[in-house]
């Protein structure tokens, strides 16, 4: 069993330390290295699926990856924080809510990585914008049109390579909006449609992830897929609603990984999690969480280097004048370049 690794450092020593054997894109000296050597840049591998998954209304990352050394998490939640007896130690300072408990084993086999404190350099509290700068990887000051998804595909394309896009929902998710759909000024249109297809679950997330498991990693073309999983703006009474979310996610997520070793392609596929913003460090009157600054991103599959990164900033980045976020959008060139090996 491999022992996920946790790095005790700052951004640049983080980089450094993660050590991915990808010298050969170095451009990405910054970029937050997560996933195992594969030989070089992915353009030279065989054919990889990337499954997006956005936790949609503000996870509160530090109720699942909790803060259990950091006093001030106790006192800004006389409420709300996870009780020691409820905790399953990931490192010294970080542990795991039982309510995500299937992950363990994901972080134990070195299948999953967390990357703390990511964002754009400022932060607004619009659901709707937040996501457009996650989706399209726009800096915070500027709107861009397609997503960076979308992006990849046109690149994937003129590159001669094929590529073929799934979404879990009935419209076509910004993320997957190309440039070239500009001229419809619909995201519905029957182009974009044509494109990129929906899943036969429909809205339903934790079947598409099933549907996904089934799928994913089969094709001899590059793979994108999308699935939005709501319930994460968790304004009041939140313990309950956030421990019952999460563990839905997390059980449907260790399935899936399962299935994809059952099937042989679980060094094929990578999945990502992401969400908009995070939650306010400190609990509301209501017993929940108001909308906060950067989150946790977590990755997983078998072609990732487990463990945990950026942590020592989980407390401070949600304090004023504390550790600016790790930009958002070095974790999608990490993706999009080491994964799809688009350039």
Request: aromatic letters at 8%.
């Amino acid at each position: 069993m491999k022992t996920p690794p946790v790095w005790k450092s700052s951004r640049r020593a983080f980089v450094r330390n993660a050590g991915l054997g990808l010298a050969a894109c170095a451009f990405h000296q910054f970029a937050p290295r997560a996933l195992a050597s594969t030989g070089g840049c992915a353009s030279s591998a065989g054919p990889r699926a990337l499954v997006l998954i956005h936790l949609q209304g503000g996870h509160d990352s530090f109720n699942t990856f909790v803060p259990f050394q950091d006093d001030r998490y106790y006192r800004q939640r006389p409420t709300i924080a996870v009780q020691r007896g409820e905790l399953i130690p990931l490192a010294n300072s970080v542990a795991l809510n039982k309510a995500g408990q299937p992950l363990e084993r994901l972080f134990k086999d070195g299948k999953m990585a967390v990357v703390f404190n990511v964002g754009p350099e400022s932060t607004t509290s619009s659901h709707y914008r937040s996501s457009e700068i996650w989706h399209t990887a726009s800096a915070a000051n500027e709107v861009l049109y397609s997503g960076w998804a979308g992006r990849c595909f046109t690149q994937l394309q003129a590159d001669g390579r094929p590529v073929q896009a799934f979404h879990a929902s009935a419209t076509v998710p910004r993320i997957f909006i190309r440039e070239e759909d500009r001229a419809t000024r619909m995201l519905t249109t029957p182009d974009a449609q044509a494109f990129s297809q929906s899943l036969t679950t429909g809205d339903d997330p934790l079947a598409a992830l099933a549907e996904i498991g089934e799928r994913a990693g089969a094709s001899e073309a590059a793979e994108i897929y999308f699935v939005s999983v709501s319930g994460f703006d968790t304004h009041a009474s939140q313990a309950d609603s956030h421990n019952a979310r999460m563990q839905s996610v997390a059980t449907a997520l260790e399935s899936f990984q399962r299935r994809l070793d059952q099937r042989g392609v679980g060094g094929r596929v990578l999945t990502m999690a992401f969400t908009e913003f995070g939650r306010s460090l400190g609990e509301n009157s209501q017993g929940g969480t108001d909308h906060g600054g950067a989150s946790s991103v977590f990755l997983l599959g078998n072609s990732v280097r487990g463990g945990l990164y950026n942590h020592t900033s989980l407390i401070d980045g949600a304090t004023s004048g504390g550790a600016a976020p790790m930009d958002h959008r070095k974790v999608v060139r990490t993706v999009t370049h080491d994964w799809l090996g688009v350039p």
